[in-house]
């Protein structure tokens, strides 16, 4: 509401009561702008999600000092007004983690000097469990950002960049133009207000699995160890002893289903942004499938991982027709989708639907599951469009083998 978009700036400031007599506009000009600045936010909400990931650098930005020549005791934090300030962004950087925003550090430092104060200083508010990925080498910055991008198997264009130095804000502006770049401030006391002017972790809800994702991303860290350690791929993943739960579409879960659906682009057979009304209309279709797959493996739990969305295909309704298939990225290549087909297929035998039709548009990027329906056994039988179908007799289907095993994994 407008009491909001002001707040930040002032009601003097954002109102002008004149411009509203002779014009009807009752904002300043720096009003308007705010505005704008929140409608847009709201929109890339919609559109494409909040920002994924906040890189921090630490030294004169979590704290005050060099750590390696203060040592971990001797930074500016806690005690006097700048310590304070650090003190204030820091739990404004754990604030963001607990609604599911990723932390990520990355500084030039020695590594043992850059996580001595998360285990030495009693100030600290943050604690190395907040960071999903910690890089402190003498690399430059963007080289820092790229790592941690890899290890995070997201995108920079996922990423904002907060260091207290203008340079190497400037560097990485250069080399990383995908990536956000907050203008941060000289005084900490505005570091705050800095990184929350630019709206980059709006969202339209939060859901449990937002609370969760800082832990999804360190148990990963795990299984990957794990994977260094096995000679073939077959014995990683019987090591990761799966369990995979599917079932229909609760109301716990519809929140997490409509937020998958509008922001999952790569393991996304059809990337069609259907909306919370679209997605109750579907469900409530007489005949319609709503499949929502949660899975565990050893290292911990990833929640809801992937949905399915069917309905009778028209006119004959003999078939069931795909209409959403899409799966989060950080389970590929482990058979979540063999397993979670065969679920598919026992409900549409149940049901007496003689075929499945499964539905593919190309984007640019989901290539990567452009094979999945000929993989499963369907045949192309035409294209409408950009929609490639394919069909499966689903008599005749049979299993795919998976290295999950059904377990219960919802309350």
């Keep these: 509401d407008l009491e909001h978009v002001s707040g930040g700036i002032g009601r003097s400031a954002f109102y002008d009561p004149r411009n509203y007599f002779w014009a009807k506009q009752p904002l300043t000009d720096r009003g308007t702008v705010r505005l704008a600045e929140h409608v847009w936010a709201g929109i890339r909400a919609i559109?494409?999600?909040?920002?994924?990931?906040?890189?921090?650098?630490?030294?004169?930005?979590?704290?005050?000092?060099?750590?390696?020549?203060?040592?971990?005791?001797?930074?500016?934090?806690?005690?006097?007004?700048?310590?304070?300030?650090?003190?204030?962004?820091?739990?404004?950087?754990?604030?963001?983690?607990?609604?599911?925003?990723?932390?990520?550090?990355?500084?030039?430092?020695?590594?043992?000097?850059?996580?001595?104060?998360?285990?030495?200083?009693?100030?600290?508010?943050?604690?190395?469990?907040?960071?999903?990925?910690?890089?402190?080498?003498?690399?430059?910055?963007?080289?820092g950002l790229a790592k941690i991008a890899d290890s995070l198997r997201l995108g920079l264009q996922d990423f904002v960049f907060f260091d207290n130095d203008p340079a190497e804000r400037e560097r990485v502006r250069i080399a990383l133009p995908e990536v956000e770049v907050v203008e941060v401030p000289p005084d900490p006391s505005e570091y705050v207000r800095a990184l929350q002017e630019g709206l980059w972790f709006e969202s339209l809800g939060l859901t449990e699995e937002d609370r969760q994702r800082s832990g999804h991303y360190r148990a990963e860290f795990g299984r990957r160890a794990m994977q260094d350690r096995c000679e073939t791929v077959d014995d990683y993943l019987r090591g990761l002893a799966m369990i995979g739960d599917v079932g229909r579409i609760r109301d716990d879960d519809f929140n997490r289903v409509v937020q998958l659906i509008g922001k999952t682009n790569q393991f996304n057979l059809t990337s069609r942004r259907h909306g919370a009304e679209t997605v109750r209309n579907m469900l409530a279709e007489p005949g319609a499938i709503g499949l929502a797959m949660r899975m565990a493996d050893r290292f911990g739990d990833h929640g809801l991982i992937a949905v399915i969305l069917a309905v009778p295909d028209c006119p004959s309704r003999t078939a069931l027709r795909v209409d959403t298939w899409l799966m989060s990225c950080r389970v590929i290549g482990r058979t979540a989708e063999q397993f979670l087909f065969n679920r598919l297929l026992d409900r549409t035998r149940e049901l007496k639907y003689a075929s499945l039709i499964g539905e593919y548009v190309p984007t640019r990027k989901n290539r990567l599951v452009e094979e999945l329906y000929p993989s499963l056994g369907f045949v192309r039988v035409g294209q409408s469009g950009d929609t490639i179908r394919y069909e499966l007799d689903s008599n005749r289907a049979r299993p795919q083998p998976t290295f999950l095993e059904a377990g219960k994994l919802r309350p």
Excluded: H, Y
């Design 47 to 143: 559109l494409f999600g909040p920002k994924k990931v906040l890189v921090t650098d630490l030294d004169d930005t979590l704290w005050g000092g060099v750590v390696g020549e203060l040592g971990p005791l001797g930074i500016e934090l806690g005690e006097g007004a700048a310590g304070e300030a650090f003190r204030d962004f820091q739990r404004c950087l754990k604030d963001l983690s607990r609604r599911g925003c990723l932390l990520a550090a990355c500084s030039k430092n020695n590594p043992e000097d850059a996580r001595a104060p998360f285990a030495e200083n009693p100030e600290m508010v943050l604690t190395l469990e907040d960071f999903a990925a910690f890089e402190a080498s003498w690399e430059p910055k963007e080289r």
